[in-house]
């Protein structure tokens, strides 16, 4: 005879499996013995998956919001249960091995949340991210599992200022750039690095990390006016707090991540970070989300939103302010009634507020005098920053992120490195001249593995006076750094056989950004030739998650994620 259990509710129903009944006992005696009672797995059961690591700043300060979480949670009548994810900081390992990790981290991210959610049953997600890897990681796990879930961003850093001048972390890597040439001494190097990072939070820029964070909300799968409140502004407590109380009408009124993330979030996704000359990681996860949600979405179609989006914000790398300036300046809402205004956005998407896009934008209210979130009528620039080129090199697409500043046009002869560490030794060295073609090749998804982003490279360049006078190539990833050509996410990647691997020292290059092309001017028949005595490398490494990464990973036009069938 069965013991009698709570009737079943709406908002309950997934946790019965694990919990009602005699049979499952065992399973509520082990909950009680972290100090649980029968009222606790009466309710709903939520999962607070957390990034948390003390593994650099971005993560450092999540358990503060996850309490607030947790908190809200009971509040509003169900029962949290934290458990935590691996995070890679990306800024840490730039420019060594171990940053080919970090996009691996992604898969891995979202793979443990999908696995102890599904194991435990749990009637809804709230899922906690803060740097790079973390924001796509957490999103792809909640695509995967689709039950009601939401994700909230831990926010940017606070400035660093030196000399009255604001700072950031690619501040740090330009000040390397200097000081190797002599234009800063140690003492001023050091003045650089001690001020950069004042605090708990994710690079303060529009670099990856707060790109993916306006993302989020604006695809609607993070609340509207929560992932841009910086991490050390004292509201962040109380954001978390009221994400927490939300989740539960999330499950009553049975929103899911299928009805949210649809092919128009996506579309409102790249042109919010067109809009604001953001990462060009952008492409990689929204087209990861795309292939997670089995939804059709191309390179091609982010070209065509990127075309006709012109970039209003006003963001560093290559603009004058970073994310806590665009907070105060109305945030993410003011940003997407601008883009709504102007017919960018189609604010007809869900968002996990329970209301539409357009719903969320109208109450933005802008700061007097800001000047961070231009008007249409006063671009930054006419187009978006995120463009697609193809060509022999790339003939299933390359990214490249333009600001405004940069050149349109680069023909030049070909430096070729097989590595990042080889193409940084020649950067010291002072071996790149004016005009070169760096290419830096064998770091794609396959071949690295990893993509590894090469900041470390692209800010020496700038710190040498070369930023506008050099192009960089890659099938890994370029962010930040230099203010000229860098075009990454070559595809396919040399690993493979890629035209990017038939490159020789001093094949002339030429790319036309106009014409939205990449190029080696040689004939097809020296191609051909070359690809027949073309061999693919020793992979980098035979055992282990790198490896098992490495024979999963899907090229970066796919989003370079891991497939179950190659």
Same mark, same amino acid.
């Given at each position: 005879?069965?013991?009698?259990?709570?009737?079943?509710?709406?908002?309950?129903?997934?946790?019965?499996?694990?919990?009602?009944?005699?049979?499952?006992?065992?399973?509520?005696?082990?909950?009680?013995?972290?100090?649980?009672?029968?009222?606790?797995?009466?309710?709903?059961?939520?999962?607070?998956?957390?990034?948390?690591?003390?593994?650099?700043?971005?993560?450092?300060?999540?358990?503060?919001?996850?309490?607030?979480?947790?908190?809200?949670?009971?509040?509003?009548?169900?029962?949290?249960?934290?458990?935590?994810?691996?995070?890679?900081?990306?800024?840490?390992?730039?420019?060594?091995?171990?940053?080919?990790?970090?996009?691996?981290?992604?898969?891995?991210?979202?793979?443990?949340?999908?696995?102890?959610?599904?194991?435990?049953?749990?009637?809804?997600?709230?899922?906690?991210?803060?740097?790079?890897?973390?924001?796509?990681?957490?999103?792809?796990?909640?695509?995967?599992?689709?039950?009601?879930?939401?994700?909230?961003?831990?926010?940017?850093?606070?400035?660093?200022?030196?000399?009255?001048?604001?700072?950031?972390?690619?501040?740090?890597?330009?000040?390397?750039?200097?000081?190797?040439?002599?234009?800063?001494?140690?003492?001023?190097?050091?003045?650089?690095?001690?001020?950069?990072?004042?605090?708990?939070?994710?690079?303060?820029?529009?670099?990856?990390?707060?790109?993916?964070?306006?993302?989020?909300?604006?695809?609607?799968?993070?609340?509207?006016?929560?992932?841009?409140?910086?991490?050390?502004?004292?509201?962040?407590?109380?954001?978390?707090?009221?994400?927490?109380? /939300? =989740?539960? %009408?999330?499950?009553?009124?049975?929103? +899911?991540?299928?009805?949210?993330? *649809?092919?128009? @979030?996506? !579309?409102? $996704?790249?042109?919010?970070?067109?809009?604001?000359?953001?990462?060009?990681?952008?492409?990689?996860?929204?087209?990861?989300?795309?292939?997670?949600?089995?939804?059709?979405?191309?390179?091609?179609?982010?070209?065509?939103?990127?075309?006709?989006?012109?970039?209003?914000?006003?963001?560093?790398?290559?603009?004058?302010?970073?994310?806590?300036?665009?907070?105060?300046?109305?945030?993410?809402?003011?940003?997407?009634?601008? /883009? =709504?205004? %102007?017919?960018?956005?189609?604010?007809? +998407?869900?968002?996990?507020?329970? *209301?539409?896009? @357009?719903? !969320?934008? $109208?109450?933005?209210?802008?700061?007097?005098?800001?000047?961070?979130?231009?008007?249409?009528?006063?671009?930054?620039?006419?187009?978006?920053?995120?463009?697609?080129?193809?060509?022999?090199?790339?003939?299933?697409?390359?990214?490249?992120?333009?600001?405004?500043?940069?050149?349109?046009?680069?023909?030049?002869?070909?430096?070729?490195?097989?590595?990042?560490?080889?193409?940084?030794?020649?950067?010291?060295?002072?071996?790149?001249?004016? %005009?070169?073609?760096?290419?830096?090749?064998?770091?794609?998804?396959?071949?690295?593995?990893?993509?590894? !982003?090469?900041?470390?490279?692209?800010?020496?360049?700038?710190?040498?006076?070369?930023?506008?006078?050099?192009?960089?190539?890659?099938?890994?990833?370029?962010?930040?750094?230099?203010?000229?050509?860098?075009?990454?996410?070559?595809?396919?990647?040399?690993?493979?056989?890629?035209?990017?691997?038939?490159?020789?020292?001093?094949?002339?290059?030429?790319?036309?950004?106009?014409?939205?092309?990449?190029?080696?001017?040689?004939?097809?028949?020296?191609?051909?030739?070359?690809?027949?005595?073309?061999?693919?490398?020793?992979?980098?490494?035979?055992?282990?998650?790198?490896?098992?990464?490495?024979?999963?990973?899907?090229?970066?036009?796919?989003?370079?994620?891991?497939?179950?069938?190659?």
């Amino acid at each position: 005879m069965s013991i009698a259990a709570p009737e079943k509710t709406a908002l309950n129903a997934r946790s019965r499996t694990l919990l009602e009944g005699s049979d499952r006992a065992a399973a509520r005696a082990m909950l009680k013995a972290i100090g649980l009672t029968d009222e606790d797995l009466e309710k709903p059961l939520i999962a607070v998956a957390n990034t948390w690591t003390e593994v650099g700043p971005c993560n450092f300060h999540l358990r503060r919001l996850s309490a607030k979480i947790k908190e809200g949670i009971k509040r509003a009548g169900g029962t949290p249960l934290e458990f935590n994810t691996i995070s890679i900081n990306d800024g840490i390992t730039m420019g060594t091995e171990g940053m080919k990790a970090s996009l691996i981290s992604r898969e891995l991210i979202a793979d443990s949340i999908e696995l102890v959610t599904r194991a435990n049953y749990f009637d809804g997600v709230i899922a906690i991210s803060s740097c790079d890897k973390t924001i796509p990681g957490t999103i792809m796990a909640l695509i995967r599992l689709n039950i009601p879930s939401l994700m909230i961003y831990g926010g940017t850093i606070a400035p660093g200022h030196y000399l009255d001048k604001p700072l950031d972390v690619v501040s740090v890597f330009e000040a390397i750039g200097k000081y190797q040439t002599g234009a800063i001494d140690f003492s001023e190097l050091k003045a650089i690095e001690d001020r950069a990072c004042p605090g708990p939070g994710a690079c303060g820029g529009q670099y990856t990390a707060n790109t993916m964070a306006t993302i989020g909300e604006i695809m609607g799968i993070s609340p509207m006016g929560m992932n841009d409140v910086p991490a050390e502004d004292p509201d962040k407590l109380n954001v978390a707090l009221r994400a927490g109380e /939300m =989740l539960l %009408g999330l499950i009553e009124n049975d929103i +899911t991540p299928d009805k949210i993330i *649809t092919r128009t @979030a996506l !579309e409102n $996704a790249i042109a919010s970070a067109a809009a604001t000359g953001g990462s060009t990681n952008s492409v990689l996860h929204t087209l990861a989300f795309a292939r997670e949600a089995g939804i059709d979405f191309s390179l091609e179609d982010i070209r065509e939103i990127s075309l006709k989006t012109p970039i209003i914000a006003d963001m560093r790398p290559t603009g004058r302010f970073v994310a806590e300036d665009m907070y105060k300046a109305g945030g993410i809402r003011l940003l997407a009634q601008r /883009m =709504l205004e %102007g017919g960018y956005l189609d604010g007809s +998407t869900l968002t996990v507020n329970g *209301t539409t896009l @357009a719903e !969320e934008a $109208a109450s933005a209210k802008e700061t007097p005098g800001q000047e961070v979130i231009h008007a249409f009528d006063d671009p930054i620039k006419t187009s978006g920053g995120l463009v697609i080129l193809h060509g022999n090199l790339a003939p299933n697409g390359a990214v490249v992120k333009l600001k405004g500043n940069e050149p349109q046009y680069h023909k030049g002869p070909a430096r070729i490195f097989d590595t990042e560490e080889d193409a940084f030794h020649a950067v010291q060295n002072r071996e790149i001249k004016k %005009g070169d073609v760096v290419v830096i090749r064998y770091e794609g998804p396959v071949g690295g593995p990893g993509m590894r !982003e090469m900041l470390l490279v692209t800010a020496a360049l700038v710190g040498q006076g070369l930023g506008q006078d050099v192009m960089l190539i890659t099938d890994g990833r370029f962010s930040g750094g230099t203010r000229g050509l860098m075009i990454g996410h070559i595809a396919p990647e040399a690993m493979i056989g890629g035209p990017i691997g038939l490159l020789q020292e001093g094949d002339t290059v030429e790319v036309d950004i106009a014409a939205g092309s990449i190029n080696v001017l040689i004939d097809d028949e020296e191609m051909v030739a070359r690809r027949k005595s073309w061999q693919a490398p020793e992979p980098n490494y035979k055992s282990g998650v790198m490896a098992k990464y490495a024979r999963l990973a899907a090229q970066a036009d796919d989003g370079a994620v891991s497939m179950l069938v190659k």
